[in-house]
Antibody, heavy 123, light 106 residues
Framework: QVHLVESGGDVVQPGRSLRLSCAAS????????MHWVRQAPGKGLEWVAV????????YYADSVKGRFTVSRDNSKSTLYLQINSLRPEDTAVYYC????????????????WGKGTTVTVSS | DIQMTQSPSSLSASVGDRVTITCRAS??????LAWFQQTPGKAPKSLIY???DLQSGVPSKFSGSGSGTDFTLTISSLQPEDSATYYC?????????FGQGTKLEI
C-alpha cells in the first residue's frame, strides 16, 4: 500500500528557512516523479514543484522559484522541500504527492497524496 | 501558464440528484485533465485522470468527459458523503495548474 508521510512543518518567523520531508513507502520510490502542492488557509490547491525520479529534472511554480528547492534521496525513499526566505504568504498545508507514471516527469497526474504538514509564517 | 476555470464555484443539491461541474482550460490540454475531491481537513483524493478514466477504487457514480479546453465532472446518485470541494487540474504543461474549486453541498 502506497504511503506518504510529510513532516517538518512548524511556526517560523519571516525570513527564516525550513526543510520539509516526505517519507514514502509501498512502492519503488526511485521510479516515480514526486510533487509538492500547497494550500493556504481557506484557499484552493497550488502546485509548487516537481522532481524527476532520478532527481535530475525539476520544475517550480513562478511564485516560489528561487526560494524553494526540491530534492530527493532515493536511498532513503524521502522527498524534501527546502524553503528559504519564508514569507507570510507561504503559510499553508504542504502536501507531497506521487506521480502516476513510471520513469517520466511528463503527463503524469498525482495519484496518491500524503496528509500534509503545516507551515505557519508569523512574527 | 495555463489558467483553469471551474464553474460553478459552489452548488447545492439533494440526495439522489445528479450534478455536473465544468472546467475550462485557457488553451488546449488534450485529455491531460484530472479531478480531485477534498473534504475539510483532509488531503485531496484522486478521482479521475485522462479526463475520463476512473482512479482505482473510485465508484462509478463519478464520471468525466471532455478534451481540448472543455471538461466536465458528473456525479450521480448524490449521497451526503459526496459533500466536498472538487478541483480540476491540468497536467499537460508545467507549471501544473488547478481550478479554483467547486464546493458541493448535499
Amino acid at each position: 500500500q502506497v504511503h506518504l508521510v510529510e513532516s517538518g512543518g512548524d511556526v517560523v518567523q519571516p525570513g527564516r528557512s525550513l526543510r520539509l520531508s516526505c517519507a514514502a513507502s509501498g512502492f519503488t520510490f526511485s521510479s516515480y516523479g514526486m510533487h509538492w502542492v500547497r494550500q493556504a488557509p481557506g484557499k484552493g490547491l497550488e502546485w509548487v514543484a516537481v522532481i524527476s525520479y532520478d532527481g535530475n529534472n525539476k520544475y517550480y511554480a513562478d511564485s516560489v522559484k528561487g526560494r524553494f528547492t526540491v530534492s530527493r534521496d532515493n536511498s532513503k525513499s524521502t522527498l524534501y522541500l527546502q524553503i528559504n526566505s519564508l514569507r507570510p504568504e507561504d503559510t499553508a498545508v504542504y502536501y507531497c504527492a506521487k506521480g502516476a507514471r513510471i520513469l517520466t516527469l511528463y503527463y503524469h497526474y498525482m495519484d496518491v497524496w500524503g496528509k500534509g504538514t503545516t507551515v505557519t509564517v508569523s512574527s | 501558464d495555463i489558467q483553469m476555470t471551474q464553474s460553478p464555484s459552489s452548488l447545492s443539491a439533494s440526495v439522489g440528484d445528479r450534478v455536473t461541474i465544468t472546467c475550462r482550460a485557457s488553451q488546449g490540454i488534450s485529455n491531460y485533465l484530472a479531478w480531485f475531491q477534498q473534504t475539510p481537513g483532509k488531503a485531496p483524493k484522486s478521482l479521475i485522470y485522462g479526463a475520463s478514466d476512473l482512479q482505482s477504487g473510485v465508484p462509478s457514480k463519478f464520471s468525466g468527459s471532455g478534451s481540448g479546453t472543455d471538461f466536465t465532472l458528473t456525479i450521480s446518485s448524490l449521497q451526503p458523503e459526496d459533500s466536498a470541494t472538487y478541483y480540476c487540474q491540468q497536467y499537460n504543461t508545467y507549471p501544473y495548474t488547478f481550478g479554483q474549486g467547486t464546493k458541493l453541498e448535499i
